[in-house]
DNA sequence: AGTTGTCAAGCTAGT
DNA sequence: ACTAGCTTGACAACT
């Protein structure tokens, strides 16, 4: 059981989301920013395992443009090396890695030409992960996406676009119940007809529930994970008070979180936190799972 | 040096 | 018909 923490630390003081803007596009921008970005995250992974945290999302901005036409910069080779010298860190010390690629990857969209730039975009994101040498339980989640006025029609459209992805996409996207449109059973059904694998959110579940508690939710979501797939990825987050629902915590309720950690005993799974303070209740987060199995 | 409008991309729900 | 909100941050153009 790993905890992890998207994209963003806040104590070392480096960023690996640097970019610019479209207007100004530069190669040479574009290589100082990959640069400084790659630099960072391998100081985030650092500071991680010194911190026992061994799961983490890299951020899908640390290739600026990556999936745009205007990039025609060979970035893979350019900086082969340093990704190689990133996954080897990754792999030597068993992190495993998530990536999250924004609200615009939406594979069920009617518009052919929405469906194509989604498809760049996951490109993009597993030629990173292969860059790294990542083995398939290095994941990139993705919601189902929208709804169209009809529901089973859009179901199907996933269905039906997922089945046309190669290979080296395939083994590495997971769906994500989200907290409005697509819940826990939907997207089981869409694991029924496709085999992908079902990210369970729990704070998602609670906005957006079925009639299974946290427990079996998890449980269904877990059967989804193929053993090539690694252990079950979560995500874990709550609501923060006074703000409206769906607004994520500032920090962990530890009561809460142990709480949780009962409710689900039993289940392997790796725990990432979408709070935001990041690193902060991580490391709380990890001394709580020491704790518990004492 | 500090402030602030704006940033590649989509969708839904609320006005 | 239009826009806030989503994970917010941070770029870059302006005082």
Redo the contacts with the bound molecule.
Sequence with gaps: MKIGY?C?N?TIGC?S?????????AEE?LVK?IESNLDCVLRMLQFNVAHDILFFRIS??II??????I?TFDWPTHFQDTLANIGRFIRKHSIRISMH??????L????L??VY??F??LK?HCFLLDALDLPQTAKVQIHI?????DKTK?LNRFVATYNTLPKFIKKRVVIEND???YNLNDCLRVHEQTGVPVLFDVFHHKCNPTKDSVASGLKRAAATWKKKDGVPMIDY?AQ?KG??P???A?QINSGQFKKFLKQIHGVDCDIML?I?DKEKSAIKAVKIISDFRL
């Design positions: 998207p963003i806040r960023t989301n640097a970019t610019f803007r479209l207007a100004s596009y921008k920013k899908s901005d600026p443009f990556a999936s745009h036409p990039c690629p924004d609200q615009f990857v939406v069920n969209s009617p518009d030409l929405v730039n989604s760049r975009e993009y996406g929208g709804v169209y006025g859009a907290d409005r449109l987050s923060e703000k409206r769906g607004a994520h500032e979408e935001k």
